[in-house]
């Protein structure tokens, strides 16, 4: 390090030229490590920013799907086929509590009390559902109805059941329609002739808050269950 150069330069000047040469190398290197950081740092917010603008075409997705549904669902509400507009259930929400259940692929009757379906996209409005029970929030008249499609056996009974928990936790029939089918000989060929056929129950009631309102039938195991419109179950403030 120290040996003189042909230039007969001081060894001291030699040295900081010896030494000066690998300065520029780790100039490099380190300008080489901050491009790779600065590269890195890029990679990572636009992996980042990706995944934000990916997550935001999921959520409109999503959005917009559920938005469809609601579209589908209120045709189906209104029994009529009507031009999809932007319009949902959550636009415009009703003026009084409502609520209309439907039968679904979730839905597990009991052996008397029918449920309803939660996948279906229940309209409900200052009411809720649990277990077969509508529930009543705002104290009221309610116009309440029930359709089921049933098989035509023996007897059938379909009622509409109100529980109140002021009456030391009564049930009191509503609504009741009962048909008495003429005993056929319970042969086979018999019963594949079973006629089918439709109860259509409604009245206006005054109910009070926490007050749950059921349908409850003769069998459950006589209703069927074709198509979830076939079997509702709804009531709305008046
Ligand atoms: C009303 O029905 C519910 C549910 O089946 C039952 O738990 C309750 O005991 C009944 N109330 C009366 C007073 O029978
Ligand atoms: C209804 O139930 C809620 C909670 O279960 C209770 O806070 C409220 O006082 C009840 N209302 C009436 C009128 O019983
Ligand atoms: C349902 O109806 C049956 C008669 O069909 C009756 O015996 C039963 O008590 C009712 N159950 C409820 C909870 O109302």
């Known amino acids: 390090m120290f040996s ?8 001291y000047l030699v040295d900081t030229q010896a030494t000066m040469p690998p300065l520029p190398p780790r100039m490099k290197q380190r300008g080489q490590q901050s491009n790779f950081g600065q590269t890195l740092l890029f990679v990572l917010m636009s992996l980042a920013l990706s995944c934000i603008v990916i997550e935001a075409c999921f959520i409109y997705r999503l959005y917009q799907s559920e938005a469809k549904h609601e579209m589908s669902f209120s045709k189906q509400v209104g029994g009529e086929v009507t031009t999809p507009t932007k319009t949902s259930v959550h636009d415009v929400l009703p003026s009084k509590p409502v609520a209309h259940l439907t039968d679904g692929q979730d839905v597990v009757h ?16 200052e009411m809720s559902y649990r277990e077969g029970n509508l529930i009543i929030h705002q104290e009221g008249y309610y116009y309440i109805y029930s359709k089921v ?3 035509e056996k023996d007897s059938f009974y379909h009622y509409v059941m109100r529980h109140t928990e002021r009456m030391a936790g009564a049930n009191i029939t509503l609504l009741l329609a009962r ?13 594949h002739a079973a006629t089918r056929s ?6 206006v ?18 209703v069927l269950r074709h198509k979830s419109m076939e079997n509702f179950f709804g009531a709305f403030m008046i």
Do not use: E
């Open 4 to 11: 003189k150069t042909s230039l007969g330069r001081p060894p």
């Open 110 to 125: 009991g052996k008397h009390i029918l449920s309803w379906s939660r996948i279906a996209d229940p309209l409900l409005y």
């Open 149 to 151: 499609f049933y098989l």
């Open 179 to 191: 048909k008495y089918s003429p005993r056929l000989c319970s042969t086979k060929s018999n019963s």
């Open 198 to 203: 439709n109860s259509y129950l409604a009245g």
């Open 205 to 222: 009631f005054h109910l009070l808050q926490n007050d749950s309102l059921y349908v409850n039938v003769s069998d459950s195991s006589h």
